[in-house]
């Protein structure tokens, strides 16, 4: 591959780019990305982004990516040159899973069959070498850290089920792809169901108002393991990376931050930063689902006191993610390798990941 670090397109070539689940963690990240590099981007979600600014060089588009009808009709008279796909959907199953999901991606890509498509990158993550939720870490697993030349488990995944699709849209279609196996994602995007960031934001606001301790959810292997994580922005950058060089075609590719961490150091830093007392591992896991059982009054009294843009607290934190993540009993590490050869230098530092994100959350006016 050639080493550069490509991060933007060629300015005298006018890009279009459809992002597919725009108002997430990581399609906010890149409509504003994109924005700033000057393309005009088609913000691809199930409300249109209705309650967002009118921003420029953002085409809001409402389409139920479930539904070959809705997408038909309202991308009929639209021409990406990329699409950029960070959409997904939780069933209760994984065969449920992969019906949904492979067909979001089928369904997207089969209404653009006229568009003038060049690169399409696809989100996953690092289910794609643990395994699905119902059998998350529990099964065989790749050594660490994790390398993009591993075969996929004989297990059924819908990411290999929306890669698959991907695949088969490009042979017909005739466009470049990249896979980005992202580590859970640290970024800015209320009502998202997947959302650590702000859940330990939500959990240590809670924490000082009602002067609890901030207990550490997770098991032993997480608290003490080496492991990482993946800014929403460095994401992005990655995505429009792959998507805007011919070197990185048609391949996967890790993400995450560059640099390691053990929980057991950042929890005490990032306690100091709310202003609450950090409580680690103490023998058993402690989930966030039984900790902040019914504290949704708590925080709408809060809201209410501090006047919060926010007063529902579903909105801001997915206790069952940040339990999932933090709960598994194996270690879980991305070799980034294989970006680096190919010319990404991409890094961000992920304690302050968390902080950045936590001033954003004061500065919108989501934590006191």
Sequence with gaps: MRRTNAAQPPETTPRTALVAGATGIAGAALVDLLTQEGWTVLALSRSGGAADPVRPGVVPVAADLTSPDSLAAALAGTRPTHVFFTSWSRQETEAENIAVNSAMVRNLLAALAHAPLEHVALMTGLKHYMGPFEAYGEGPMPDTPFSEDEPRLPVDNFYYAQEDELMAAAERQGFAWSVHRAHTVIGFAVGNAMNMGQTLAAQATLCRELGMPFVFPGSETQWNSVTDMTEAGLLAQHMLWAATDPETANEAFNVVNGDVFRWRSLWPRLAEWFGVEPEGFEGHIRPLEEQMAGMGEAWK????????????????????????????????????????????????????????????LRSENLIP
């Design 301 to 360: 009294e809060l809201a209410v006191r501090h006047n919060l843009a926010e007063t529902d607290l579903g909105r801001l934190a997915s206790w069952w993610h940040t339990d999932a993540d933090l709960g598994r009993k194996v270690e879980v590490l991305t070799d980034m390798s294989k970006s680096r050869l190919a010319g990404f230098t991409g890094y961000r530092r992920t304690e302050n990941a968390f902080k950045d994100l936590f001033l954003r």
